[in-house]
């Protein structure tokens, strides 16, 4: 009969071992917004439940995990070690042709402009960038952001413009809203979609997301992806009105004690 030993290879890195052999590794990882996440890798069932048991007995709460809702076993082995749904994200394949997405007439309202990607000067950016997550934490708070989201490093965060669309206020100069690609080879993701609060409910984050879809369909992009928050009603609308399938989802589960 086999014995699975666990050991602690490292700060944040754990081992089951059986005959001197690896059949299961956990990490832990704290995010940028200062959550501990864990992930466990295992061969089978035994070895998951204890690693799962050596990694809580060692690690401060809260803990967190991201799961995809359709493994339905992973789900099952985090809610046995005592995890509890705390979010839900909605996980969008979205068409990039303007024929199927209605987005060709899509213009920006009046006195406002779209950059394409690669034209926002950096500095503005930067400080639109800082602006939208400053209201974001004073509202929903970033930790209701999908996952893939990351909250900014500090407020020297470098923001690469060839990987933003942005609207601009023509009079002023003012950046409003952007929009964030990220560059993955086989399906580029639309990692963040925002509007200054003042300036939403006019039409610019539909103006955002014509530029960029429609760019990415003239370069032979044929579908883009993209997460959204479960509670965000305004983001979810707006990808069901331009034909945006719902793909599957992913649930955030906690570990309070």
């Known amino acids: 009969m086999d014995t699975t030993v666990i050991t602690r290879v490292a700060d944040t890195q754990w081992h089951a071992l059986e005959d001197d052999q690896v059949v299961g590794r956990g990490e832990a990882w704290p995010r940028l917004d200062g959550r501990l996440f864990l992930s466990i890798d ?3 069932d035994s070895a998951f439940g204890l690693l799962a048991d050596a990694m809580l007995a060692d690690l401060p709460r809260p803990l967190y995990t991201m799961v995809d809702e359709a493994d339905v076993d992973l789900r099952s082995r985090w809610e046995r070690a005592g995890f509890t749904i705390r979010r839900r994200e909605w996980v969008y394949f979205l068409p990039t042709d303007p024929q199927v997405t209605g987005l060709g007439s899509a213009q920006p309202p009046s006195g406002v402009t779209i950059l394409p990607l690669g034209e926002a000067e950096k500095d503005p950016l930067r400080a639109l960038d800082r602006a939208i997550r400053d209201e974001v934490e004073a509202s929903v708070g970033w930790q209701e952001m999908p996952a893939e989201v990351l909250p900014r490093l500090d407020d ?5 413009p060839t ?3 942005v609207a601009m206020e023509v009079e002023s100069g003012e950046y409003v809203g952007l929009l964030r690609v990220a560059p993955v080879p086989r ?3 639309i990692g963040l979609i925002a509007v200054r609060a003042d300036r939403q409910r006019r039409g610019i984050a539909r103006a955002l997301l014509a530029e960029v879809l429609g760019s990415l369909h003239r ?13 965000n009603r305004a983001a979810t609308t707006l990808f069901d009105t331009i034909g945006a399938e719902h793909a599957g989802s992913n649930v955030e589960v906690v570990l309070h004690r």
């Not at 020297?156 to 690469?160: G, L, S």
């Not at 370069?219 to 509670?231: K, L």
């Open 42 to 44: 295992s061969w089978h």
């Open 156 to 160: 020297a965060a470098v923001v690469d």
């Open 163 to 165: 990987k933003y669309a």
């Open 187 to 189: 399906q580029p993701r």
């Open 219 to 231: 370069s032979g992009v044929r579908t883009a992806s993209a997460e959204v928050g479960e509670r």
